[in-house]
């Protein structure tokens, strides 16, 4: 009987460890899943920010991101470029921000690179306190933070990518206060054509999205105008040896050659010409991604006498004087031997800021919400707005910038304006 009642006892507690460890599946299936999912989801609702806002609490910076090309082939005037926009920070600070709240800049390197880029627009999509970006430096960067602030409805406002394709119809986000190069290509090559009188040009590019698209801008308006391009080569950013790609230019003896691209490669195409059959005296035009200190002192003699188009501002000389005084102390270095579009940096950064000044508000528990949806339609909205650059005021595709093209010829190893188009 013992043994009986032993296996009996022993019989029940396996039944009720099975019942035990088999009672919850039919909890999770007894009801369908579009019942079940509510539940569980609510309480990770409730504690997002309402659509798409950025909630600042009491004490926390306002957080501006910035894509700055500090490696890559232009790491002083991404340098430049990033200064000037800690400089506007500091004024916006000064001023005392946005009803107390304070700005703070994320710098991140986007190394003038596309995937570099979009590695940099990952990383600000996943952050959900960046409010919007100041930046790419360059095209081909911005180009690829582009598709992922786009989807991440972040604005972004560039101070110096000047393809076309920055800006589109497409795209609220979008937006720059640098010139598209459709006006610089366009410009240089009526320079070439009318100004200098040269009727046969080559054109060079670095194969970048800038370069090659302002390459593209400049050659079709100089076949437009009646000019003939002898050649349309590529080379690399990176490249050091274009004797090559020269040579076969020089066999028809181009009257000058115009090279879409950065500085390095273009003061070395500078001098290789100079070593170049049939290139012995034609003349040498670049473009502002050229226009810097860097080219005239990599360039050397060859620099003398060769020409740089810029996409310049119409610079308020008091604003401009100011900036550059505080520049200076923080840094000890004249903006101007770094790069040129410190300007248009210290511009993009006020532009947000104000944007954000006339949406942001204070809510009942004294946290700054700022409605990104209301902030990309507010920066499309600037108007009237007095930057360093001169008076900014955005299209309905995206373009803020002020100003127009500047001609420099070189001359002693200085850069001397010769002509200007479309300044105020």
């Known amino acids: 009987m ?23 599946a039919p909890a999770t299936t007894s009801q369908p899943a579009s019942e079940a999912a509510p ?4 309480p990770a609702e409730a504690a997002q920010p309402a659509a798409n806002q950025v909630v600042i609490a009491p004490g926390q910076p306002i957080r501006i991101g910035g894509s700055f090309a500090l490696t890559g082939p232009i790491p002083d ?6 200064q000037a926009a800690e400089i506007a920070i500091d004024d916006l600070n000064a001023a005392g921000g946005v009803d107390g709240f304070l700005f703070e800049l994320v710098a991140e390197d986007g190394a003038c690179s596309g995937d570099q880029g979009t590695v940099v627009g990952n990383k600000f999509a996943a952050d959900p306190t960046i409010v919007a970006v100041t930046g790419g430096t360059c095209s081909g960067e911005t180009i690829g933070l582009k598709p992922i602030l786009l989807k991440a409805r972040i604005p972004f406002v560039s101070p110096s990518a000047t393809n076309p394709d920055v800006v589109s119809a497409d795209c609220d986000v979008c937006n720059r206060v640098a010139l598209s190069d459709a006006l610089q ?25 800038y370069g090659k698209g302002l390459a593209e801008i400049f050659q079709n308006a100089f076949t437009k105008l009646g000019g003939e391009v002898s050649s349309f080569e590529g080379v690399q950013v990176g490249d050091t040896d274009f004797r090559a790609a020269l040579a076969k230019i020089g066999a028809n003896q181009p009257e000058l050659v115009f090279f879409g691209g950065y500085s390095t490669e273009a003061a070395l195409i500078a001098q290789q010409m100079r070593e170049t059959a049939g290139l012995e005296n034609a003349k040498f035009m670049s473009v502002d991604g050229a226009y810097t200190q860097q080219y005239l002192q990599a360039a050397g003699a060859a620099a003398e006498g060769t020409y740089m188009s810029f996409v310049a501002g119409d610079a308020q000389a008091e604003k401009l004087a100011a900036f550059t005084e505080e520049y ?14 410190h300007g248009q940096s210290y511009d993009s950064v006020m532009v947000i800021a104000d944007a954000i000044k006339r949406t942001a508000q204070v809510d009942s528990a004294g946290n700054l919400v700022i409605d990104r949806e209301a902030l990309i339609k507010a920066i499309r909205a600037t108007s009237g707005l007095q930057g360093i650059t001169g008076t900014l005021t955005c299209d309905a595709m995206g373009e803020c910038g002020a100003g127009g093209v500047q001609i420099f010829i070189v001359e002693n190893g200085e850069f001397k304006q010769i002509a200007g188009f479309g300044l105020e």
């Open 77 to 82: 005037p991404g340098k430049d470029i990033r």
């Open 328 to 341: 200076v102390a923080k840094f000890g270095v004249e903006p101007s031997q770094l790069g040129p579009f």
């Open 185 to 209: 290509g366009e410009v240089d090559a009526d320079f070439v054509f009318n100004t200098l009188g040269l009727k046969k040009v080559a054109v060079m590019h670095d194969n970048s999205d």
């Open 2 to 24: 013992r043994n009986t009642r032993y296996f009996v006892l022993l019989a029940i507690l396996l039944l009720g460890l099975v019942a035990g460890c088999t009672a919850p």
């Open 39 to 42: 539940a569980e989801a609510a």
